[in-house]
T-cell receptor, first 111, second 114 residues
Framework: GQQVMQIPQYQHVQEGEDFTTYCNSS?????IQWYKQRPGGHPVFLIQ?????EVKKQKRLTFQFGEAKKNSSLHITATQTTDVGTYFC???????????FGQGTTLQVKP | NAGVMQNPRHLVRRRGQEARLRCSPM?????VYWYRQLPEEGLKFMVY????????ESGMPKERFSAEFPKEGPSILRIQQVVRGDSAAYFC????????????FGPGTRLLVL
């Protein structure tokens, strides 16, 4: 079945540093979604990308979908302590709506 | 602005007991998904339901687990004869039409099996 690999698993940064998490697939993806989960919380939808080479920005967050639609990245500029949490990429199954999640990248930000 | 509601938020069971987890989808949503998150792990799909129908149960363990979404009332995820390995966070999500729509997650039920 479809799988997405996400790296790194953990990232510790100093407040103000940048952060990037990467999601890769061996197959072409129809779309990719990004979620954030705060410690003890639930996944919260951030964005969906569907077009080859698509780039979307939300304030300090930049999301990219690769030209071949096999990879995606989330970049956070100048991290803040409020960015702490686990970031997941997810792919929606073409047959049903189920989401297949990457393993997640847990971000820790040192003030 | 009622989002996806789940109850209970925390559930403690002893081995061999039954656990019933409830999920009410967001208003206007008729598709419900259940996911399980083991400690320090990602989310794994379990089952996808519409009203009175199970659409995809490919992620459900073959034994002890069942799910339903009746015509009236919340969706129920039922775990019979719980074991310690069932301890996890169980999240419900809903969307309007399925197939690539944005899914909105509930707060989850944290199940602890003693």
């Amino acid at each position: 079945g479809q799988q997405v690999m996400q790296i790194p698993q953990y990232q510790h940064v100093q407040e103000g540093e940048d952060f990037t998490t990467y999601c890769n697939s061996s197959t072409t993806l129809s779309n990719i979604q990004w979620y954030k989960q705060r410690p003890g919380g639930h996944p919260v939808f951030l964005i969906q990308l569907v077009k080859s080479g698509e780039v979307k920005k939300q304030k300090r967050l930049t999301f990219q979908f690769g030209e071949a639609k096999k990879n995606s990245s989330l970049h956070i500029t100048a991290t803040q302590t409020t960015d702490v949490g686990t970031y997941f990429c997810a792919v929606s199954s073409s047959n049903t709506g189920k989401l297949i999640f990457g393993q997640g990248t847990t971000l820790q930000v040192k003030p | 602005n009622a989002g996806v509601m789940q109850n209970p938020r925390h559930l403690v069971r002893r081995r061999g007991q039954e656990a019933r987890l409830r999920c009410s989808p967001m208003k206007g949503h008729s598709h419900v998904y259940w996911y399980r998150q083991l400690p320090e792990e990602g989310l794994k799909f379990m089952v996808y339901l519409q009203k009175e129908n199970i659409i995809d149960e490919s992620g459900m363990p073959k034994e002890r687990f069942s799910a339903e979404f009746p015509k009236e009332g919340p969706s129920i995820l039922r775990i019979q004869q719980v074991v310690r390995g069932d301890s996890a966070a169980y999240f419900c999500a809903s969307d309007r039409r399925g197939r690539g729509e944005t899914q909105y997650f509930g707060p989850g039920t944290r199940l602890l099996v003693l």
